[in-house]
């Protein structure tokens, strides 16, 4: 037995170390939540503004746990928006900062100019003007950051409501808390989400005679589900593709 693999204690045989092994692997993303924005099978991390987003890209995403729905990724275009909407607003917000704080240093180096220096009128009033130049770009770099912002929920939301339609039209029925597990929302979202998705067309809602629960109905036929069956009838995406084939 080599060093190593073992302790020595004075006085006592060598007592072998257990060996700790290769720590467990953590699990990665599954194939079915590739990002519609930049192809990659990507985990989904949590944001304060998109509520999630592409652990590579860093784009807003829908989160959908079902690994059997095939997706037609039908929110992509709306969650562009929102991202860009989200991105504008920052940069706006950070321009707005810098030149909010360049005015109000400028305005003390000039208001001890003017107690110190005494220059004449005229070139105090020029020099003020300056001054106040960059706090006038602050206050219409805020409100541009404010307008993308206010462009930010909407689209964000259209999005949601896009991925939800999918779920219920491969489930052709989906009630309300069933659609807040798979998409992992919960709270005033969920209530948005929910509403959305009664707006969406050929989706309407309904109360259950069973357990007057909330749900979601699709007027079209179940599609979009992956099946390893090859017995199984085709699904009306593939039919269409057979068809267009012939």
Known sequence: MSREDSTLAEGSDPVEVRSLGNPAPRPGPSPHERCPHCGNTAVLERSTSLKFVCGVCGKARVPIDDPKLERRFDERE???????ARNASRVWTAISATSGAFSLVSMMFLALAVAFAKPPLLAAALAALAALTPLAFA???????????????????????????????????????????????????AERVHVSLGAQPGVRARVRDDDAALSFESDAPKLRVKTDDPDAEPTEAAAEAKRERA
Not at 78 to 84: E, G, K, Q, S, V
Not at 151 to 165: H, T, V
Not at 179 to 188: E, F, N, P, S
């Open 139 to 189: 206050v219409w770099g805020r409100r541009r950051g404010l307008v993308h912002q206010a462009a930010l929920a909407p689209a964000l939301e259209e999005g949601w409501a896009a991925a939800a339609r999918e779920v219920v039209e491969a489930r052709g029925d989906v009630s309300a808390e069933a659609l807040a597990k798979l998409l992992r929302v919960d709270g005033a979202w």
């Open 78 to 84: 709306a969650l562009a928006r929102a991202t860009t």
